[in-house]
């Protein structure tokens, strides 16, 4: 990590330091018009719903985290009851594949925002 980050700040960046708020939920969660879109475009139910977890992570941290399963179950819940996923569970079968999280990565530069903050609420 970069030299001008304190030890606390290392160990905090791209985790959750807490299950997030109804408030944060709402901000950084919830899934416009254009996201559902997006999410629609993926195969799979847990792809569906990694690739939309992952787009409300980036939101809220800023990164992506490796592995999506360490996202809190409230937001994790919050996104399947969005996107009609019956069993959240399925999210763990999201990192499977091998270029899921690249892929995500590579996709998905234009749902953020291009602006001073990626925490910014906007759509894809």
Request: with cysteine; charged share 25%; aromatic share 10%.
């Amino acid at each position: 990590m970069a030299e001008y980050l304190s030890d606390e700040q290392v160990s905090r960046y791209g985790r959750f330091p807490a299950a997030p708020s109804p408030a944060d939920l709402e901000r950084f969660f919830y899934l416009d018009a254009p996201a559902l879109a997006k999410v629609a475009e993926k195969r799979g139910t847990h792809n569906r719903l990694g690739w939309a977890v992952q787009w409300g992570t980036m939101r809220m941290l800023g990164t992506f985290l490796l592995d999506p399963r360490d996202v809190p179950h409230a937001a994790v819940d919050y996104v399947a009851e969005q996107i009609g996923v019956a069993d959240p569970s399925c999210i763990k079968l999201y990192p499977e594949r091998a270029q899921t999280s690249g892929t995500i990565r590579a996709r998905s530069g234009s749902c953020w925002s291009t602006g001073s903050s990626p925490r910014a609420r906007t759509s894809c």
